[in-house]
Structure formats: C-alpha cells, structure tokens
C-alpha cells in the first residue's frame, strides 16, 4: 500500500451547464481515516467521489496525496478502489477470479495472486461461495465480492457510493457491521458516499455534511449528533422538530423562546441570538416526553417502533410534535409534552 499521511482536497469545485454542482470541497483525509459524505440527493456527493476518483475533472481546485498532484492523473494512476451501489462484477467470472483479476492485471507472480485472492476471501467470509458466478450469490454476498476486488489491491483510498443501497434492511445492517469490521482489520482509508445519515453516523469516523453543493458541516458522529451547525444539518441528524419560536430572554448561551401562543422552551443558543430574534427550536423526539406538566398536546399517531412508540401529537395552536412514549397514548388523547432544557437546540432562522 501506498505510503502517505494525507489526502487533500483543495477548493475542489464542479460545474455543470453553469451551476454548481459542487462548490469549492477543502477537506484534509488523514490516513485510515473513514469519512462519510452525506446528504439528501442531489447535494453534490456523488460529484464529489467522482472527482475524487478521477471519473469526473474539477472545474476548479486540485487534489494531493501529500506534496503530489493526483486530480491530473487518469483514474487509474490514482491507486485507488471503487466499490458502487451496483456491485459491477464480471458476470461469466467466478467469485475467486472477479477478485483476482486486478492482480493478474498487474502481472504479479502466481503465488501471490493466489495468496492474496484466498485472503480477500477469507476477509469477506466467502470462502464456501469462490467458485460460484455472481448470479448465485445473493445482493449481499455480490457486494462482498465486490468490496473484496478493491480492497485486494490494497489500494491508498477506497471510494464507495451507496454501497448497501440495493440491499435489503436486514442485510444492509449486516453489511455495515461487515464494512465497519474490515475497516478495522484493514485500516484502509475510506470515503463513503451516503444519504443514510444512521449509515453515516455509525460507520465513519468523521461525516461531510453537504447541501446543494456546499459543506454545511464537517465533524465526528458525536459532533454532528449533539452539535449540529444549523437547522438543515439538524434537520438530517433528526432533529425532527424544527419549530418556528421568538427569543424572549437570553442567559449566556442558555436562551428562552416562546410562540406567543402558549409554548415557551428553555435551550441553548447556536450562534449568538439577541431577544426579539425569530429562531428554531430543533428538538429531537427522543428528547420529547410526556409528563406531568408542560405543553398540552393531541395525539394524532401512535407507530409501534420495537421498544418505543412513535407519537405524533399537535398542540391547541397546530404546532405538530414528533416525541417517544413508552406506554401506549391513544389518538384522541390529551397528553402534556416536556423537553429537557439542555436538549433543545435554537438556531438562527432564515437560510444559513
Ligand atoms: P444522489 O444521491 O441522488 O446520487 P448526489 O448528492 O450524489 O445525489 P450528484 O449526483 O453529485 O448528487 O449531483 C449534484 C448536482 O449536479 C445535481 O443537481 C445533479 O443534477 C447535477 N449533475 C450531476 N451530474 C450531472 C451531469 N452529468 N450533468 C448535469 N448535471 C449533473
């Protein structure tokens, strides 16, 4: 494997007819480093790992394994892997001879193409499946194959876009765990491409928030969970209410909203609100319960969800809450709703 400390992107920008579909991209990727790209379609992601992956060239900016240029090479002086949403094997090739056949195609010597195929293999767990065609195999297994194919080059980068998409709930759990496993075992560095931000959440060690081309965030899973910049990033980290308030005092970075029409919450402030200011509370549901004393509200929809239950709930003003209840309301019923005061986040509102 190649040797490097860093992968940079700098300023990386991609028109398309005029318009940008990716507007200036700076990130640093430290070796073994996993970052997830992530956000709704249509934000830029694919461009970006396209970019990245020499199948698309900048419009703007450049790219750099340590002090050498890569976004001049052609995709395949790039010493990158490619895993994609649609598998992509070799159809009339078994399993064993789809994973060997970038080794063969550098001329290695026999034995370690051999041994080097029986270890990828072995990693994937497809030891009983090598001489089947990937037509017998199931979505999740021909994903293994072709995860193995690209890390069996030991390559500097391995680019994946949506790679568990065509899976389905059941396997794709799975599958991450797989994925998160082998990045363990193997260090690779990793960028990955989703609008799944659980996906995200759980397998990278740091997430790329993007929106109509733009970064909106870059940070840990714990950062982007507990801290998210805005509303947008909150609205795709589950901060399912996003409710429209007033600021009515302000304490450090503690501040009071309230509707005028009845809902008054305590959060904390991102950004520096002053009284008077129109702002959003993002609260996630989880953070919402019902209790004793607080907002009083209709149940509209109760969801089954495992241990919990989803609440859909609307207050005298019809203001909709998403909260959890552990035991059962019904639609019809009055509830009253509490939020913890620290899980209340209040954002400026407008577009940024
Ligand atoms: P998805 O999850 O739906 O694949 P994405 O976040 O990967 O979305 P991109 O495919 O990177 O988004 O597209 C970003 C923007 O660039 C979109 O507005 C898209 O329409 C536009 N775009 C992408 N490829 C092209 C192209 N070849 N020609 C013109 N516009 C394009």
Same mark, same amino acid.
């Given at each position: 494997?190649?040797? $490097?400390?860093?992968?940079?992107?700098?300023?990386?920008?991609?028109?398309?007819?005029?318009?940008?579909?990716?507007?200036?991209?700076?990130?640093?990727?430290?070796? +073994?480093?996993?970052i997830?790209l992530?956000?709704?379609?249509?934000?830029?992601?694919?461009?970006?790992l396209?970019?990245l992956?020499?199948?698309? @060239?900048?419009? /703007?900016?450049?790219?750099?394994?340590?002090?050498?240029?890569?976004?001049?090479? =052609? &995709?395949? #002086?790039?010493?990158?892997?490619?895993? $994609?949403?649609?598998?992509?094997?070799?159809?009339?090739?078994? %399993?064993?001879?789809?994973?060997?056949?970038?080794?063969?195609?550098?001329?290695?010597?026999?034995?370690?193409?051999? #041994?080097?195929?029986?270890?990828?293999?072995?990693?994937?767990?497809?030891?009983?499946?090598?001489?089947?065609?990937?037509?017998?195999?199931?979505?999740?297994?021909?994903?293994?194959?072709? !995860?193995?194919?690209?890390?069996?080059?030991?390559?500097?980068?391995?680019l994946?876009?949506?790679?568990?998409?065509?899976?389905?709930?059941?396997?794709?759990? /799975?599958?991450?765990?797989?994925?998160?496993?082998?990045?363990?075992?193997?260090?690779?560095?990793t960028v990955y491409?989703?609008?799944?931000?659980?996906?995200?959440?759980?397998?990278?060690?740091?997430?790329?928030?993007?929106?109509?081309?733009?970064?909106?965030?870059?940070?840990?899973?714990?950062?982007?969970?507990?801290? =998210?910049?805005? #509303?947008?990033?909150?609205? $795709?980290?589950?901060?399912?209410?996003?409710? &429209?308030?007033?600021?009515?005092?302000?304490?450090?970075? #503690?501040?009071?909203?309230?509707?005028?029409?009845?809902?008054?919450?305590? +959060?904390?402030?991102?950004?520096?609100?002053?009284?008077?200011?129109?702002? !959003?509370?993002?609260?996630?549901?989880?953070?919402?319960?019902?209790?004793?004393?607080?907002?009083?509200?209709? %149940? /509209?929809?109760?969801?089954?969800?495992?241990?919990?239950?989803?609440?859909?709930?609307?207050?005298?003003? *019809?203001?909709?809450?998403?909260?959890?209840?552990?035991?059962?309301?019904? @639609? *019809?019923?009055?509830?009253?709703?509490?939020?913890? @005061?620290?899980?209340?986040?209040?954002?400026?509102?407008?577009?940024?």
């Amino acid at each position: 494997m190649s040797d $490097f400390a860093e992968l940079r992107l700098d300023g990386v920008r991609r028109r398309f007819g005029g318009r940008d579909a990716l507007a200036g991209l700076s990130l640093t990727i430290r070796r +073994g480093e996993f970052i997830a790209l992530l956000g709704p379609s249509g934000c830029g992601k694919s461009t970006a790992l396209n970019c990245l992956a020499g199948l698309l @060239p900048l419009s /703007e900016g450049s790219i750099w394994q340590d002090d050498a240029r890569l976004d001049t090479l =052609p &995709p395949e #002086r790039r010493g990158f892997g490619m895993v $994609f949403q649609n598998y992509a094997l070799f159809p009339h090739l078994s %399993v064993r001879k789809n994973i060997a056949f970038g080794l063969q195609m550098r001329r290695l010597p026999r034995d370690e193409v051999r #041994r080097r195929t029986d270890e990828a293999i072995r990693l994937v767990r497809l030891e009983e499946h090598a001489r089947k065609l990937p037509g017998q195999l199931s979505g999740g297994q021909q994903q293994r194959v072709a !995860i193995a194919r690209a890390v069996v080059l030991e390559p500097s980068l391995v680019l994946m876009d949506e790679p568990l998409s065509n899976l389905d709930a059941k396997l794709r759990l /799975e599958m991450r765990t797989e994925i998160r496993r082998l990045h363990q075992t193997l260090g690779l560095t990793t960028v990955y491409v989703t609008h799944d931000q659980e996906e995200a959440l759980s397998l990278a060690d740091r997430l790329v928030v993007l929106r109509d081309g733009h970064v909106e965030q870059i940070g840990t899973p714990q950062e982007l969970h507990n801290r =998210p910049v805005n #509303r947008h990033v909150a609205d $795709f980290m589950g901060y399912r209410n996003l409710l &429209p308030m007033t600021v009515t005092a302000v304490d450090g970075e #503690r501040v009071t909203v309230g509707n005028g029409a009845g809902i008054s919450l305590s +959060g904390i402030a991102v950004g520096a609100p002053a009284e008077g200011d129109a702002v !959003i509370a993002g609260i996630r549901p989880e953070d919402l319960h019902v209790g004793t004393a607080g907002l009083p509200a209709t %149940v /509209e929809v109760v969801e089954y969800q495992g241990r919990e239950l989803a609440v859909e709930a609307r207050t005298a003003d *019809g203001v909709v809450l998403h909260l959890r209840a552990v035991t059962r309301p019904e @639609p *019809g019923d009055t509830i009253t709703v509490t939020a913890a @005061p620290d899980r209340v986040l209040v954002f400026p509102d407008g577009t940024s």
